[in-house]
């Protein structure tokens, strides 16, 4: 059954730093999203992205983030300079175009920045 | 602006037990309700769905029915089973951006034989 991965599963860094988060959507899917869940709080939506460009965006997702799609598999989401804020889980999601297609989930990568 | 709210875990039950989930929203307009499960180590898997008022969503013997007038959505199993444990999410999205989700804290089960 095709799937969302991401990589790395578990990521330490250092206040400060860039860190790119990777994931590779389901092949035929056209939607990319990325959500996060800082421990103990609700799943937030980040940001989607359609046809090479952000179609809508979060409150949270200031000018330290951005996304990339740098080939036909891979969707990033990078981190220029960390904060201790930015723990979290972060979640990659994909979906095909249409109003009642499903969301399909990665298993998340756990972001610690100490 | 829309917001779910869903009690706090964990739950704790024993093997074929009932099983209620408390999901309440806030949304202007019609949305869609959901219910995500994340079992340990993997992503979040769509279980359940509706998309209307009085619509009822079913999968793998969990229920759940979209009540507008109590603005709810209630994720229910008559007789929970060990495989069952997980983290559950109650999820709306409005129709302008049918996947922009918005979900709830995550309710964790934990079921003991």
């Known amino acids: 059954e095709p799937e969302v991965t991401q990589t790395p599963s578990h990521q330490v860094t250092q206040m400060g730093q860039e860190v790119i988060l990777r994931c590779v959507p389901i092949s035929n899917h056209l939607y990319f999203y990325w959500y996060r869940q800082i421990l103990g709080q609700k799943v937030e939506f980040l940001v989607s992205f359609y046809n090479n460009e952000i179609s809508e965006k979060s409150e949270i997702f200031d000018d330290q983030f951005s996304v990339e799609r740098p080939d036909g598999s891979n969707f990033t989401l990078k981190i220029r300079s960390t904060k201790l804020e930015d723990s979290a889980m972060y979640f990659c999601?994909?979906?095909?175009?249409?109003?009642?297609?499903?969301?399909?989930f990665g298993q998340g990568t756990r972001l610690t920045v100490v | 602006g829309n917001s779910v709210t869903q009690m706090e875990g964990p739950v704790t039950l024993s093997e074929e037990a009932f099983l209620t989930i408390n999901c309440t929203y806030t949304a202007t307009g019609y949305p869609s309700l959901f219910w995500y499960v994340q079992y340990p180590g993997e992503g979040l898997q769509l279980l359940l769905k509706a998309t209307k008022a009085d619509d009822k969503g079913s999968n793998k013997g969990f229920e759940a029915t979209y009540r507008k007038e109590t603005t709810s959505f209630h994720l229910e199993k008559g007789s929970v089973q060990v495989s069952d444990s997980a983290v559950y999410f109650c999820?709306?999205?409005?129709?302008?951006?049918?996947?922009?989700?918005?979900f709830g804290t995550g309710t964790r089960l934990l079921v003991s034989p």
């Open positions: 999601a994909s979906s095909e175009v249409g109003l009642n297609t499903e969301a399909f």
């Open positions: 999820a709306l999205s409005d129709r302008s951006g049918f996947q922009k989700l918005v």
